[in-house]
């Protein structure tokens, strides 16, 4: 199995109160799959996606992929994981205002190390031009709509190449059309790229394209977690 989370919980604490925001979570994701995670608000979906993402520990319980456990990983480890494994998407895309739109894909790439910086323009162009906003490489954030400024999200997502995407409800500000495009991007990467795609989502346009829903309720899984 590509994906398994087993017995996961996560408390988030702070002075004397816990919160409890997943509860004995276990579930597998196939490599290759795409796999919606649903649940009302606070039910437990970005930790989720956190936890599997390596940006944060489970308080109890063992997280593997591909293979290694990346719950008892170090922060070091973790890193070169999610550089290695990782895509993440947001519902609020986080452009850097002050960068043009192909500057938002060079700029934190250069940090990563893993291109030569004469490569990185040409690598980021073909990334745009995949996602269909190469006609917007010198535009900023501000002069994109709401769907064309997640495809640059989307791009930036890819440029180390990973097996993973998590996103976090990349739909949640865009219209209908605009959802449309971005679901069927996602289903472009993963029927031609092999992505595993993971979308935390409210909504029912992205659940009706995925091949399985995971439901959680009060930090449990209540359908699909198998
Ligand atoms: N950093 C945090 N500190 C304290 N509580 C948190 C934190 N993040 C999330 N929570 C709590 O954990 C629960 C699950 O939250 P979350 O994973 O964000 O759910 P969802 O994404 O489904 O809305 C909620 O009760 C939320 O208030
Ligand atoms: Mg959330």
Known sequence: MFIKVQNVSKYYV????????????????????????AGPSGSGKT????????????????????????????ERELSKYRREYMGFVFQRFYLLPQFTVLEN??????FTKKYKKN?????AIKLLEYVGIAHKSDRYPTELSGGEAQRVAIARALIN??????????????????????????????????????????????????????????????????
Not at 16 to 31: E, G, M, N, Q
Not at 119 to 123: E, V
């Open 161 to 226: 190449r990973p097996k993973i995407i998590l996103a976090d409800e990349p739909t949640g500000e865009l219209d209908s059309e605009n959802t449309e495009n971005i679901i069927s991007l996602f289903k472009k990467l993963n029927f031609n790229d092999k992505i595993t795609v993971i979308i935390a989502t409210h909504d029912p346009e992205v659940w009706k394209r995925s091949q399985r829903i995971i439901r959680l309720k009060d930090g449990g899984v209540v359908h699909g977690g198998k």
């Open 47 to 74: 930790t989720l996606l956190n936890l599997i993402g390596g940006i944060d520990h489970p308080s109890e319980g063992k997280i593997f992929v591909d293979g290694k456990e990346i719950s008892s990983a170090s």
């Open 105 to 110: 894909l060079t700029f934190p790439a250069e």
């Open 119 to 123: 490569d990185l323009r040409s690598i």
């Open 14 to 37: 702070s002075g004397s109160t816990s919160v409890r925001a997943l509860h004995d979570v276990s579930l597998s994701i196939k490599k290759g799959e795409f796999v919606s995670i």
